[in-house]
């Protein structure tokens, strides 16, 4: 979000803005759940829902205890690097106002970065070990958070441009996905038969879940103008339509991807994975694009995600729901395109003077962007690495073998499929 | 939408109301989406879903491209017939805050106009086909839109009342569905049998559809006072409670309709046909009504959809999902019914100083709204008619007898349902 | 909802905040649809979505009828118990903005408090005799109401403090679902074999239905201050992080709670139960907690209903979806815990003066809140137990032997499960 302005002057029109986006954001939840759950096996379609509730419980409990301290906190010792402050956060009358429309806004955004991984970790993963990695992968995200929107955060001081989190929610979940899939090692017979992926447990759950991430979308870029008074609700304006061409490119890219990648065939997930990916790449200049500039971007996302897919595959990494590919390289390309296109807006400066590559503004604003996104990659490769390492060693991260193989809805919940199916009952009637 | 002022004096208040109405007429995407994927057989639900995604994508390109300016452009040559310019919108930063707001709500209307003919299509519509048909069926919308809500459109002159779109994209949708259901031919086998539907492949998920294009017509019938300042509020809230008790009546109406009709059974087709023919019946004058005229509205509005659907099918009409009956004959009756009920209002004279018939207003009113139906059911047939005939000389618009049998998922996504049930895994480690 | 002011000074941004607000909570229809479907079994998912449309439906008419005036009726005779006047409301131009705002979110609540009851109705309730149930319904929740809400309710003018409707809306709910679950007895064969509950139909639906329950409580919380002018926005994002904070609680207390209790399996009903149960007892003082007393109430509210759901059970009381424990026992938590732990307010006075226990309020708050949860419980107690009795005369409550085994969905909506199973017609190809 761009925290254009200082927090207490937010209105209650900002805050009927700020508040409404996030509740719409949190929708996303729900969205995310039905995606991964979808697009898993049955046997793990309830412990994937599971945890991406586990993501607001125990990653809202890390944001409130110490993540937006880390974010936004402006205590004595405060630096360029990290917040210091605002830990277990509380607000007296005078100012709970502002401070809880921000931090229920912020919170919205960093749910959502740690539901990214659950993707990635999917069908294999732990599910005590989940727990503990989404407690403290709050902190993964909320320092480079706070590079990039801490007034003093030394991103936000070389002014990187970043406006709906494209790399500090999404590049971080990217990157951080990489590197649980590569450490988690793929399911077990997933690639002794090729590369193609088993085949989606319920498709449609998992169209139904990228609608709600579609709408909910716009939630997001449109909210991250934090407010609507003064200049800002023209901005919003400007990311709706952003948001929405941008999946129009991102669509049309992954229809006709799919069709000459896979012999005339529309796959669900490459349709999915460009949709979302396009989204993606928007994000990070929604508020300053042109429609027809964010339709380019659309589309480029959506290439770009599709054609890392086969690639993590060849490489034997095993991402169930395609997270790297959408979050990750959609978002390096989202953050570049910034830098090219961008043009210089005079209402409320969100480009800070700069403009893209392409636009007379030199170097300087691709330079940046691009750096953003090497060190906000190399941040999450090594916290993740270190803190999957870690409760490696106190849980194993992997399931045994034969949990997988049962399922972690029946390992972790007790379902068991056979009671719920009506054929079944029929069949045992039939015979 | 009810465009009664000049777009460049829209508020911030008035944007926060317009965009958050937008963002949920956007949830009724996916609403429509599980509705049809609910009531066609297994083997389509997921390609019905890829549509709808289709009718935001083609159907947004399409609105960006031309049809926002054939509804709303303002440029050299705009007539009462066609407004003209305003392709490829774009604005800069003075303008941009109220023409993408504009844009955004009314492209929410545009995508929902398309998505109610896939439903008619469902289950033997090339896909596509369907792409070409979504991309330029833009255009039938978007010019009676611009009939209606222009300034100039020749039926704002005569000043018919439609304040969401009753005429505009419910009628202009149920028209097209009736046109492209004879087109298109019943799917194979479906009168075999009698006239009985078919059972749907999936209930529930045709109820949450229900459900949630449900609440999304309170943002699809409030948003359309397209602001809430000033006295437009107050509209809005009228809007409110007329969309819940239309509904109210049509929700009763389908109940007796179907104990009545299906032997003491609560057909759950008649019951969903009736709660959307309701909220369709009250769209045209939503903002106009009292609470009591809404209930009687949409309780007609139910019973005419509920007749509709068995007419249709003794005529071997095959609308799989009631898209006809739905926003066909509901949206005839709402809008006579605006000229039989409406009063006059006085705060922003949304009726024009008209009043109807019942009302004292004599028999102008319901002649304009007549006349308006018929104009637009007559454009929609001759449209959507040369629309397909002439798509169907570029790609044959009925899918071939093989892949209608294999279903559409099967077909164009590659989609194997035996690969995904558990049962059938349970079966083989059974025998 | 606190009507802290006269309606007719309702400003457009309140009348913005307000329907925002009730427009989300109409989405927790969809919310209890999915969950109550994914708990019963497959012969009753669709049915108990229809019932759930039928509370929109019949209490909908209820409230238009007479709830509505029962509540906030003003006319000659309105006294402490009942509001008077105001039945099959209906307002002028000018009054129209307030009152239809006013109607629509008190209607959100009033269709929430019968769904309550639908859940633990479940799968053995007569359909017709349910509809009835429904219409009646409206009365038990509106009288209450008013006596919290009304500016002379008897419990106001105490002083109780129910900010969200955690008495009138959960409290009515869940003590009229005890009664009724008693009086309808448990479901055939359900404490045959002990007590664990049968297998939910679709845990994954159920999973999806909290998912949605829980963001539309943000508005159903945050909606209660009633507009967003003045100081109501700070209360309102103080509500929004309270309400997120229980549920952090709830959700950890659950996993824990399941851990221990069931052998180290989360059960999925458990951590729906818990969720929701921390959402429900954080309603009554909402806007008044600091952060980390919401969580300590989410946290208690989720152990109270998971402890409640097994003694129950011990005395065969079957409640197929938890509504006595989420909605009853948790309510009753959440009435004590603000005469216990509620700070005085200063900006808007919603705590009237007084503080909890531990805050150095004495007892008269905890009274008074004690006092209003035993007499809405006598209350529900008594008019569910007269309105089922007299119901039963008319149509038995309870559904025949052999309709309850062949399931609601056959029985009322004439729906096949072997006509949809892809399963089966593969079987058949199989064989």
Request: glycine share 10%.
């Amino acid at each position: 979000p761009v925290l254009i302005q200082d927090p207490m002057s937010i209105s209650w029109d900002d805050a009927t803005w700020i508040m409404t986006s996030s509740f719409i954001i949190f929708t996303m939840q729900s969205g995310f759940g039905l995606l991964e759950s979808g697009c898993v096996s049955k046997k793990n379609e309830v412990n994937i829902m599971v945890k991406n509730a586990v993501d607001v419980i125990f990653g809202g409990l890390g944001y409130w205890m110490f993540g937006y301290g880390m974010s936004f906190g402006q205590g004595a010792g405060t630096n360029p690097f990290i917040g210091i402050g605002s830990y277990f956060i509380d607000a007296d009358e005078k100012e709970m106002g502002s401070i809880f429309a921000t931090y229920i806004f912020q919170l919205s955004f960093a749910t959502t970065a740690t539901t990214i991984v659950s993707g990635a970790m999917a069908e294999r993963c732990n599910f005590l070990a989940y727990c503990i990695f989404s407690f403290c992968n709050t902190a993964v995200f909320c320092i480079p958070a706070g590079w990039i929107w801490r007034k003093n955060g030394f991103l936000k001081t070389l002014h990187v441009v970043d406006i709906a989190g494209c790399a500090s929610v999404h590049l971080v979940g990217g990157a951080s996905s990489l590197v649980a899939a590569i450490m988690l090692k793929p399911r077990t017979g997933r690639f002794d038969h090729g590369i193609e992926p088993p085949p989606m447990g319920s498709p449609t759950n998992a169209m139904v879940g990228m609608f709600m991430l579609w709408w909910g979308w716009l939630g997001f870029n449109c909210g991250s103008t934090f407010g609507v008074s003064g200049h800002k609700w023209k901005y919003a304006a400007r990311s709706a339509i952003a948001t929405i061409n941008s999946s129009v490119g991102g669509g049309m890219a992954a229809l006709t991807f799919s069709y000459i990648a896979h012999k005339k065939k529309f796959m669900i997930l490459d349709f999915i994975t460009g949709i979302l990916a396009s989204l993606v790449s928007v994000t990070a200049g929604c508020a300053l694009y042109h429609p027809w500039e964010a339709l380019i971007v659309g589309t480029i996302g959506s290439l770009v995600a599709n054609v890392t897919t086969p690639i993590l595959n060849k490489l034997n990494i095993d991402d169930p729901v395609g997270a790297i590919a959408v979050h990750g390289s959609s978002a390096i390309w989202g953050m570049l395109a910034v830098g090219i296109i961008v043009e210089k807006d005079s209402l409320l400066s969100l480009s800070k003077g700069n403009a893209g590559l392409f636009r007379g503004g030199g170097w300087y604003l691709l330079g940046i962007q691009t750096l953003a996104a090497i060190i906000i990659i190399i941040w999450s490769f090594a916290c993740t690495f270190l803190l999957l390492f870690t409760i490696n060693k106190l849980i194993p991260i992997r399931m045994s073998l034969e949990d997988e193989l049962a399922g972690a809805d029946f390992v972790e919940h007790n379902i068991r499929y056979e009671w719920n199916t009506p054929s079944k009952v029929e069949l045992c009637t039939i015979k």
